[in-house]
């Protein structure tokens, strides 16, 4: 089955974005440099195409990814068309400073009073959007969440006489082709916790910590991780810290949790959910699964 999660807003957000995208210069996406193809919204893509607008792909919480898939990343983008790539933090105001440059370089015709340089930035929830606008505007005009969806409506501002951005809501699409996406999603709380059951999640994050970042889940849960699949790492954290259900079996449940918060939280080291090759793998197997030997578990449609 498929992740299934566009609430009533996301409609609105969509015609509103694609209303913007008709008066802009240039689209800045924002991604999550941890797993970038899987939280590109396909319907950005779609749109920029018909309005033939350049876009700064801009992969952020790069200081939460694996710095070599991240390179990867950057080199895979700037080859295609009209599209440049740059990693940041976006809690990081030195590298923000530098995007609005990077977008005039994609619009170089716009840039006087006359005809100021508009930018609209656009991205799914929870990548930090709201983030990197507070930091280019300089103030908080913008709430910050980690509940996907926080942002709802759209805002401009100026960022001098010669530079405008318009920041969007965190926008969806209707249909995750690949369930592995939905996983890496879910995972990274780009989805929120009632579209999807947390231990499936954990499982599959587990899956794929054990065939790129094995060294990572014995560090931190002193687990032997030779001869375990997903199942036995998340039941192995479980035990480990003591999490116990109702019976004294092991609280899989809890056991998620901790490793997926330890995950978002960056206390796994800087791990990347993909890269270009493993990318061009799944799609070239038509499957979900992102690591190699994972067998993505079964899935629920959101709410
Ligand atoms: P959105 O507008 O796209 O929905 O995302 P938003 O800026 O609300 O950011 C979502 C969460 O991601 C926030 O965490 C934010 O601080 C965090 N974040 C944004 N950019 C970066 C980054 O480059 N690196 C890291 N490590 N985190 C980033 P939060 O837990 O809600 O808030 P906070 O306690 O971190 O401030």
Redesign the pocket.
């Known amino acids: 089955m498929t992740i299934q999660w566009f609430p009533g807003h996301m409609t609105s957000a969509r015609k509103k974005a694609a209303e913007t995208m008709a008066v802009v210069d240039v689209v800045i996406e ?1 991604v999550d ?1 941890r797993l970038p193809e899987a939280s590109t919204n396909p319907m950005v893509h779609e749109l920029r195409r018909q309005r033939q607008r350049p876009c700064l792909k801009v992969l ?5 990814a694996d710095p070599a898939a991240t390179r990867e990343w950057i080199t895979w983008y700037d080859r295609q068309p009209g599209v440049r790539a740059v990693a ?5 105001a030195g590298e923000v400073a530098r995007l609005p440059g990077l977008c005039q370089g994609l619009a170089p015709h716009r840039n006087d009073n006359v005809k100021p340089l508009r930018m609209m930035i656009m ?12 930091a280019l505007v300089g103030r908080r005009i ?10 709802k409506s759209q805002q401009s501002q100026p960022l001098g006489p010669r530079q405008w951005i318009t ?1 969007t809501p ?1 926008l969806m699409w209707p249909k995750i082709e690949h369930d592995s996406d939905g996983y890496m999603l879910a995972a990274s ?1 780009a989805i929120g916790r009632n579209a999807v059951i947390d231990e499936e999640v954990a499982v599959f994050l587990a899956d794929l910590l054990l065939a790129r970042y094995p060294e990572r889940l014995s560090g931190r849960y002193g687990l032997a991780v030779d001869g375990l699949d997903g199942v036995a790492v998340v039941e192995g954290i479980a035990r480990r810290r003591a999490l116990r259900a109702r019976g004294g079996a092991p609280d899989l449940e809890k056991a998620s949790l901790v490793l997926m918060q330890d995950y ?3 206390k796994l080291g800087r791990i990347s959910l993909e890269t270009p090759q493993t990318r061009r793998a799944m799609l070239e197997r038509g499957s979900g699964s992102a690591s190699e030997t994972a067998e993505p578990p079964e899935i629920i449609p959101g709410s």
């Open positions: 924002v440099a952020n919480k790069s200081d939460l940041v933090s976006g809690k990081n991205g799914i929830p929870n990548v930090g959007k709201s983030t990197l606008m507070n913008a709430r910050v969440g980690d509940e996907p969806a926080v942002t920041d965190g709380h978002r939280d960056g």
